[in-house]
């Protein structure tokens, strides 16, 4: 079974970051992306690198994975996953893009879609679900 915790802003666990995901809207469509080894979609994110921050691993994600050239972005909180004993820490973005342009990481999107909700083909579907609404929260506060 998967646990998804949602944590105030300010929170910082004891165990390292590992991912920053990026819930994204361009002209009042969420954006999706495909990972060109699989069928389902998924919010934009990923690994946080060693030599960056969460902020700083949720804008080049953000602008590889969607081709986002211009947009704001913002902090939503932290999270944790929880799946096999085991527990992983991530930080949860909101990005309005403004102006967007093409995929710079060809190697792994292999499509970028623009919906009304969620999709239902997801790549993580016991997780992304959560952080779509917690977004949806954030942004309606």
């Known amino acids: ?4 915790n949602f944590y ?7 165990d390292k970051l590992i ?8 002209r009042d469509k969420w954006i999706f992306v495909r990972h060109h080894k699989r069928k389902t ?3 934009p994110g990923g690994h ?10 949720a804008k080049r994600e953000l602008i590889e994975e969607t081709g986002a050239k211009s947009f704001n972005l913002s902090y939503v909180c932290t999270y944790s996953v929880e799946k096999e004993n085991q527990t992983g820490y991530g930080r949860l973005f909101f990005a309005e893009i403004t102006e967007i342009g093409p995929v ?3 190697s792994e999107i292999e499509e970028v879609v623009f919906l009304e909700s969620l999709p239902d083909m997801l790549t993580y579907p016991d997780i ?3 952080l779509f ?3 949806i929260r954030y942004i309606q506060c």
Not at 8 to 14: I, L
Not at 48 to 57: G, L, S
């Open 128 to 130: 992304q679900p959560h």
């Open 41 to 43: 979609y998924e919010i």
């Open 104 to 106: 710079n990481d060809l």
């Open 1 to 4: 079974m998967v646990r998804v």
């Open 19 to 26: 991912y920053s995901v990026i819930t994204a809207r361009y």
């Open 133 to 135: 609404r917690r977004v």
């Open 48 to 57: 946080i690198e060693d030599d960056e921050t969460p902020f700083e691993a």
């Open 8 to 14: 105030d802003p300010s929170f910082v666990p004891d």
